[in-house]
């Protein structure tokens, strides 16, 4: 038998604690972590903020192992599971019921997903350290819409579904990103989750540039390098703005936190 | 309304109550129709409400030893009000010259068995079913709290089918830290807080290294 106990602590025997590799590798744990980590970060205790930095690569592991984040090459295991609008059967509450409870674990694994490429990414920018989590890796597609995420029952659920024609596998990101770039994008109709996911995409990208310019490489490359970047940097400038312009028109109360 | 004139180690975990916020607990504390729990040689929590009539209570314990400790000193008599009788009758004899201070030891005392309570709770997979329903009570506040103040900025978990009662005891310390953090506006350095912190950090440290020593074998 294995001796956890903290020194110190008369209350801890270590033998509750135990549960094995089962729980280890699971989306709650994984949000478990997380949370924790905002919490250590926040805190300003340092024992709290060295755990932090360590639980942050065994963070990204776990989302990798669990196929949450993926090579492009590899299936998508969590979107398999998930029903496409169509195949719903309005008039069957098991298989709605049964639909649901996939659709709400494959939709909170993407959740994780986002929300640690959210914190990952701004404790690199804040910190000045490298990102764990690579663009390649982040999911295909973006958050569903939260008035599906909030639904109280498998029957609303599908209600919803079926009056607003909001999809289940949520918008594909790339092409989103695209048109945010390309200055293409209703921001109006487009969900402030959305566009969050999207400036921090941005804000990663500048974090690549400035690592290409501060590298070694740009003390032998060409002025013409920077310069053809030039274009390039001024759009993610104009697209960051633009999605910051457009955080003023909160649809929900909890979209608040959103606006500017 | 000023806080007591003593050192703070009397307090103890006190520090967490909101000095200038007693009008949002409740009760109106100056009346006297909340009846404080009288003072006992063991102390039993499970008799005592706790969440926000504890709260209450504590802070009214606090109100009413400033207010003795002023009087003492101005020596002017209060006799006849009801909250500062009920808290100058002794269970003890020997103690009534302290009833105030008695009085905060005591709400202490009852906290300090709360935080420990919950501890325990969260050792195990899942909160045990016979629960102390005050500790319970704190809990679901924490977490309600952070289903409010935390869960918007983090829509992880889906909220229609979490059930606190299923859900692991590492989780469950998890999303009451974040809670704890906010409701007690301590910066995350409350004892409630780190109280949970450590418990997490216990479990996940642990389904960590476990998996790493199976992995070995």
């Known amino acids: 038998m294995r001796d956890r ?125 490298r990102c764990m989590v690579s663009l390649q890796e982040l999911p295909e597609r973006l958050p569903c819409n939260e008035s599906l995420w909030e639904a109280h029952s498998a029957l609303s659920w599908a209600s919803m579904i079926r009056l607003t024609g909001n999809s289940l596998q949520g918008n594909a990101f790339r092409p989103t990103l695209r048109d945010v770039l390309n200055g293409n994008l209703e921001m109006d109709s487009t969900a402030l989750w959305w566009k969050r996911c999207c400036a921090q995409t941005i804000v990663r990208l500048f974090w690549d540039l400035k690592e290409t310019d501060n590298s070694i490489v740009s003390l032998f490359s060409p002025t013409s390098f920077n310069a053809s970047q030039t274009a390039f940097r001024k759009s993610l400038c104009t697209a960051l703005e633009r999605l910051q312009d457009s955080a003023t028109t909160p649809s929900r109360p909890k979209e608040l936190i959103y606006v500017k | 309304m000023r806080r007591p004139n003593q050192p703070l180690d009397v307090y103890g975990s006190h520090e967490d109550l909101n000095w200038n916020g007693f009008g949002t607990w409740g009760i109106d504390w ?42 003492s000193c101005s020596g002017v008599s209060q006799s006849g009000n009801n909250m500062r009788d009920l808290l100058s009758a002794p269970a003890d004899q020997t103690a009534s010259h302290v009833p105030g201070v008695m009085q905060s030891t005591l709400q202490g005392d009852m906290i300090q068995q709360t935080t420990e309570t919950i501890r325990s709770a969260l050792r195990g997979q899942q909160l045990p079913p016979d629960m102390d329903s005050a500790a319970l009570r704190h809990l679901e506040r924490m977490v309600s709290t952070f289903f409010t103040e935390f869960y918007p900025g983090l829509p992880v978990m889906h909220p229609s089918s979490w059930d606190i009662t299923a859900c692991p005891t590492y989780l469950i310390a998890a999303i009451a830290c974040l809670g704890s953090t906010k409701l007690h506006g301590k910066k995350g350095s409350d004892q409630d807080s780190v109280m949970l912190a450590e418990v997490c950090s216990r479990h996940l440290n642990d389904l960590v290294s476990d998996a790493r020593s199976r992995r070995a074998w």
């Not at chain 1, 094995?20 to 744990?29: L, P, Q, S, V």
């Not at chain 1, 694994?109 to 490429?117: E, G, I, N």
């Not at chain 1, 959210?118 to 920018?125: A, I, Q």
């Not at chain 2, 005592?48 to 504890?54: D, E, K, L, Y």
Request: aromatic share 10%; charged share 25%.
């Open chain 1, 5 to 129: 106990g903290v020194p110190g602590d008369p209350t801890a025997d270590g033998h509750q604690y135990v549960l094995g590799r089962a729980k280890y590798e699971t989306i709650e744990f994984a949000t478990t972590v997380l949370y924790h980590l905002v919490y250590c970060m926040g805190a300003m205790i340092p024992s709290f903020n060295e755990s932090a930095e360590n639980l942050r690569g065994i963070l990204v592991r776990i989302l990798r192992r669990a196929g949450v984040y993926r090579s492009s090459t590899t299936v998508d295991q969590w979107s398999a599971d998930v029903p496409s609008n169509d195949d719903l059967r309005h008039d069957d509450s098991r298989d709605l019921r049964l639909a649901w409870d996939r659709w709400c674990k494959a939709e909170m694994a993407k959740r994780l997903a986002w929300s640690v490429f959210e914190y990952d990414n701004s404790l690199s920018t804040l910190t000045a350290k």
């Open chain 2, 30 to 71: 100056l009346s006297g129709d909340q009846l404080l729990p009288r003072p006992t040689a063991e102390p039993q929590f499970t008799h005592v409400p706790f969440g926000q009539s504890m709260d209450a209570l504590t802070a009214a314990a606090f109100a009413e030893a400033a207010r003795l400790a002023d009087n």
